[in-house]
Structure formats: structure tokens, C-alpha cells
């Protein structure tokens, strides 16, 4: 049975016979007292490796199902497993292999019975990992010179940051425009009372419910000004100047000025910038008072004006991958609000989930916001990540929601802390979940003799033949572009989320369309496609190249009859161009300057793509930097095998957000992701940012996609400290040590920046971070 069975992953070299392969193992050992038959049986789990069939022993298969979907399957040359006995399966693999989160997850067997009926699937007893523990196991190619970090190196790293006294480290992250030392303290206590002027209550009641917390006891809320004479905690709007310059409202600017006798006083430009001062003022409290609180709270005297580099500072939580619960939602924004963070881009759907409850359209979340064992059930989707087989499972985070009342919960609450949710509906690509959920739909009305009412949804052309496969491995994720029915679905859930806002009374700009990863080879065997061509040269559409481009602007028209603004990947703003017998990405004109916000993440050195960010901008694209180098949060803290996360684009610490230079992002960034000096020449020819263009880049985002996140502490491990340094660089005003071109001179400027930034982080944030939830 499946519980007897044991399985144990791991790798044994990389590079593997001079090329990007490397070698792995499985071994399959019979705990129990019945052989493990010649056939009828099937051992699923999920792994993203493509396992090279060439490699395998005589008697076994390894095969991808369809995404990270695999099975192993005895062929005929396989020996039963006697119990007690152990049979180690070598296989080879490709790309690399250096990390524990690489290996296979979620095994299940399923038998065939005595009438050929497959049994309901059994997790294996055990599933185990063998430790990276040498060079070939943790080299990826033989240029790999980034080193395996030992408690050793990492002390020794951290050594060499110089430590402050806290009277020298810098109280408050984002740092602020300005900041100056006043002398004296100011005594806060409940007796204290806010005086708060037209427009501000909810900010004065944030702000009492905070200080409650922190001094055990509300302070008293009154409208109007505060009294002269009396030290109180006054709120207003009005006009300043931060560093000499007016501020208008709109700009999300403050003067925040705590003294000994007057107490605190907080001047926004607008009512984000009295919220933004309540943060800072939040963070200049005692951090003791965080975990216990004091009943008085002593604050040193300081005059800030403040207000921030970047419109647009955004974070990206993926709960497709895997479902986070509305509290963990809930509990980010605090975070991101405390850092000034201000857009919550909510990655709601993509192929292995759709998360929210969608009126009228049930099996979005019905089917496709749950996983279990299948191989083309209507129910639910297959499992992935390892999570499966099991859809009623308790842990099963494969599994997982948003009902209409729980948006509308997180959509008010992010906008009572002045952030934006930008949902994203993640199309034509990456649409797995939905296009199963309406697949599902249309079964059941043809079981129904609906076959009219059947088409209504469906987002696929059942008589498409095109291949195709995407980066993640799947071959049916890609909507079709050319039916009547995939815009029917847009504008229905469109509808729909433009509702749960209105009813949230929360604001929505613009809507994330996706875009991304959208393969070649997809719609050219469609026959509803083929039709929309023959029909040329109606709406430009003279081939399947063409595709993508009227699926954009038909996606678009949707969003702008709401007034929103299209936003998207990068791709959005890509056309693939035949350069002598290369094919470049380069800025699509007809796009440009067509108020599409774009969202850039591919910078890897050498893939071509580095500088897609500056080509977008000086090409007329709005941009928010989603830099996969410095802002997949995604990606893993550094180099060793327990450290999880992906790595297809380097290593991502706190440092990594840290150190990004927004407007010049080859700076800080003279090394490649395997550790080696970047060819001059590469950077040097990369596209730089014209002045114009700098006017288009709104701001920057982190991004935590979530194949490897599978449970909240994983979240936060990923999350935080990260996002502090990204609130940094997206807050900050652009230090000096950004315009340094001399890159060894840089290099100690930012090294002295980050330690005093590492110093406040030590001694304020890390502390105060696990209480931060609920303010
Ligand atoms: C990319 C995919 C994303 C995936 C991530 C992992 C984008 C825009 N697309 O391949 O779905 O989760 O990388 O790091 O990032």
C-alpha cells in the first residue's frame, strides 16, 4: 500500500555530462509485507524538472502529465519490489538542480484493482530529501562562482557592517525627505487627546485604535483644532513645503513636528499624507511598546516633511500558486501600510487557481479553486506544488477562496490604510483555472441538452488542434482569443469586480490584464481563429502573429468602458521583431503612448531583455519596475540548498531592493546571476533611459509568486525583511551614492548605506515586525 512505500529524492551532480543536465535520483524503498507489482500502479507527485526519458533505467517511465504534474510508471521490464527491498531509479534532468524546495512533492500511488478500476489515491509513507552536501550538488554551471553561504561566511558578512549606537541609527524606514533632531521629548499618554480637522476621522480613529495598543489605553478623538497651550496630537490638511517645495494635494505629503510642549503635529498635503505621518509617527514610538505596552510613550522632539519619490509602490501577492487566507491578506497590508507601501497587486488567477467567487459564473471557484487527484475531472484541478491528491484535505492550501464578502472585506480594509487592490486577471496566458472552470461549466450543460447556453462562457475553440507548451509546462492554459464567448467571460467578471469595489468604496484605476508567458504555436489550428483571419483585413488581423494584438485591444476596450487603465507584463507592450535570424521583443507602437501601464520584469543579463524596462518607456509605456533580479521576492535569500525559493534570475535578499537603482538599474548590478563580472560592453550598449522616459516610470513593485510558498510562514519568511528595502528605494528619495558612476566608489557608498540601514532594521524593524498585524 502506499503507506508502506518510502521515497527519497536527490541529486548527485549538476552540469552533468558538460551540459545544463543534471543528474537526480529516486529511491523506492518497500516498508511493507506484499511486493510492489510488475504493473497496475502509478506513483504521481509534482516536479517541474523535465526528467530526460533517455536517462532512465530499463523498467521504469518517468513522464510529465501536464504542468508540474509527473508520474512513474513500471514498464514491462520491471521487477516486482519485494518487500524490504530498495530500488534506486538514476535519471537525468534538465537545467539545474541546487536546492531542497527543487525536489518532488506531493507523491501519491494510485493501483489499478483486480477489475482494472483505478483505486482512490494513498500519499506515500514517507518522503525524504538527500542533503546537498558537496560542489557538484550545489554548482548549477561550472561559472557559477556564487558561494554556498556557511554560518561561517554569513558571521563574517555581518561583522563587517559596522554597528551603531541607537542613538546614531536612523529611527524610520522609508527614510524621509527630510529629518531633524529637535531637543527635548515629548510625553504621550491616553490622556493625550487627537484633534483631527474635516475629513480625517478615519485617520484619527486609525490612530487612536494604534496608540491603544501601544499604551494599553485610547486616547479621546475630538473634531475640530486643537486647543493653543495644550500638548495634543493635531491633524490637518493643508498646504507645505517639503525641502523648499510646495506640496499640492495629490502629492501624499506631510509635515509631521513633535515638540516637548505642543506635542505632536501632523500637516498632510491631503489626507494620504496625514496618514503617511500617522505611520511615521507610529514608528518613532518606543519599539518596547510594540511588544508590551507602556503607559507612557516618549518621543524624541523632530520636525519631518516627507512625501514620496514614486507614485506607484506596489507589492504583488500570488494566491493563485497557493491560497493565502483573507487574515494573511489582511495582516501584508498592515505591513505594507506601515512602510507607506501603496498598491496591493492582487495576482487572484493563473493556471493552477482562480480565487475569487465570481456571481453567475460559480465554477470559477467551484472547480477552479480546488485541486485533487484527477486526470481530466470536471470537479477540481490536478494537484501541483504538492498539494493534491485530497481536495477536502485541511492542509490542502492547493484549495482556497475569496467569497464575494471577503474582497469586498480586504478591499475596504486596504482602503482605509490608503492602498489601492489591483486585481489581476491573468489572460490570455496563464489561464488554466478558468479555462477548466468554464470547460466544466459547458460539460454540464450539454449533460443538461443546454448546448446553446453550453458556448456561453467557454474560453477555448473545442476544435482547436494547436500545440503548444509554456514555460511552466502546461499545454492548455492559453484562452482563445477569436470567440465571442472569451469576451462574454471578460466583461462578466469585469462587471463583477467592478461591483464588489463600488460596494467596497474602494477606488480602482486600473485592472492588471496579465499577458505574460503566452506561447508560440497557440490558436494557429483553431478553426474560430482561422475564420476571424479569413475575415481580413478586417480589424488588421492578417495572422495568428496578430492574435495577441486583438486580444489586447478587445481586453482593453472592456476595461476603459469602466474608465480603467489597461495594465499588464511587459509583453503587452512587446512585439516579437525578426532581426537577420534572430527574433527581438521590441516596443509595439501601436500600444504606445495608449496610457497601458506596463509591468517589466525580465532583466536578465544576456537574454537580450535587459534593458525591455527603458525601451518601453522612451517608446511611450507607462512603467513599474518589477525587476525579477532585485524584486522577485520570490526568488531565494541567497545560495544555500535549505534556503527555498527559485533562482532563474540570481539570488534576492533584502539588500538585492535595496541596492535597485530605479533609474539606472545596471548600476549595482555589475554582476550576473551566476556571480561573474558583467561584459562592459553589454552594459554600456543597454538601452538608458531618456529624459522623457524617467517621467514614465511610475514607480516600483516586489513580487511573491508562490509555487514555493506553500503555508503563512513561508509568505512571511519571503516577504519580510524584503519589503523594507523595497519600501526604501520606492519612498526614499534617490540617495547620492545612485548617481555614482565610478562602480568601486559605489560600491563602498552603498555598503555604508546598508549598514546603517541593516543597523535600523536589527535594532526597530526585525523587532517590531511580528506586531504589526491588526494596526
Ligand atoms: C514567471 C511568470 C510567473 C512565475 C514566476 C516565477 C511572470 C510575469 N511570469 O515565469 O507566473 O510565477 O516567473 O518566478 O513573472
Redesign the pocket.
Known sequence: RGADLAVTWGVVENYKKDSVRFGAELTLENKGTVALGKRGWILYFNYVNTVLPDSLPAGVKISRVNGDLAKLEPTDAFTPLDPGKTLVIPFDAEFFAIKESDAPLGYYIVFTDDRGQATPPEPLGKASIKPFTNEKQTTRVPIDVIPVPTAQTRFDENKALKQLPPAEVSPLVPTPVLMQAQTGQFSLTSAVTIHHGAGLEREAGFLAASLEKLLGAKPGVVAGAAPQGTASISLTTGSITVGGQAKQSGDAAYKLTISPAQGVSIVGSDVTGVFHAIQSLRALAPVAAYQSAQATLAFDAVTIEDAPRFAYRGMLI?VA?HFQTKEEILKVLDVMSFYKLNKFHFHLT?DEGFRLEVKGLPELTEVGSRRGHTLDSRDFLQPAFGFGPDPAAKDNVGSGHYTRADFIEILKYASERHIEVIPELDLPG?ARAAIKSMLARHAKRMAANDAAGAKEFLLTDLEDKSTYVT??FWNDNVVNPCLDSTYKFINTVIDEIVAMYKEAGAPLQSIHTGG??VPSGVWVESPACKALIAKAPGDGIESADDLSGHFLREYSKILTAHQLITAG?EEIGLKKVKVGDKVEKQPNPVFANSGFRT?V?NNIWGTGEEGNAYELANAGYTVVLSN?TNL?F??AYDKHPLEPG?Y?GGFVDTRKPFEFVPLDIYKNAEKDQFGNPVNPALIANAAKLTPEGAKRILGIQG?L???TVGSQALLEHYVFPKLLGLAERAWAPDPAWASEPDAAKRATQVGEAWSRFANTLGQRDLPRLDHLSGG
Open positions: 500570488d500558486r493563473d496563464h514555460p511552466q505574460d508567458e507584463w509591468f520584469w525579477a522577485y520570490d526568488f527559485a532563474w513580487q509568486w508562490a509555487e
